[in-house]
Nanobody, 124 residues
Framework: QLQLVESGGGLVQAGGSLRLSCAAS????????MGWFRQAPGKEREFVAG????????YYRDSVRGRFTISRDNAKNTVYLQMNSLKSEDTAMYYC?????????????????WGQGTQVTVSS
């Protein structure tokens, strides 16, 4: 029903910026809350940022608030994650995910569809 493809990852120095994109194909994209998650080697996948389907309101985990900005363009079926002031702790595989009808969801199990991920590496 929904396929997600991430892009925009890469290698950056600490303090730098990256912009991730997630292109969706399928049906009823506008009815999904979209989220970004990340997973570092040996660690659990964790919520990074979300954006609600009904009003586009963003929400973030505390450690990225003020540094990351999530946005969506429903006309383009695309969600973005602008990452500024990157830290080594941000190094991870970043995944785009979709939660049908969800509002303010942050759990991995809340999300119905997942992309294959894009790697973000922050050097110091």
């Amino acid at each position: 029903q929904l396929q997600l493809v991430e892009s925009g990852g890469g290698l950056v120095q600490a303090g730098g910026s990256l912009r991730l994109s997630c292109a969706a194909s399928g049906y009823t994209f506008s009815s999904y809350t979209m989220g970004w998650f990340r997973q570092a080697p040996g660690k659990e996948r964790e919520f990074v940022a979300g954006i609600k389907w009904n009003n586009g309101a963003p929400y973030y985990r505390d450690s990225v608030r003020g540094r990351f900005t999530i946005s969506r363009d429903n006309a383009k079926n695309t969600v973005y994650l602008q990452m500024n002031s990157l830290k080594s702790e941000d190094t991870a595989m970043y995944y785009c995910a979709a939660d049908f009808g969800g509002l303010g969801t942050t759990g991995v199990r809340d999300y119905d569809y997942w992309g294959q991920g894009t790697q973000v590496t922050v050097s110091s």
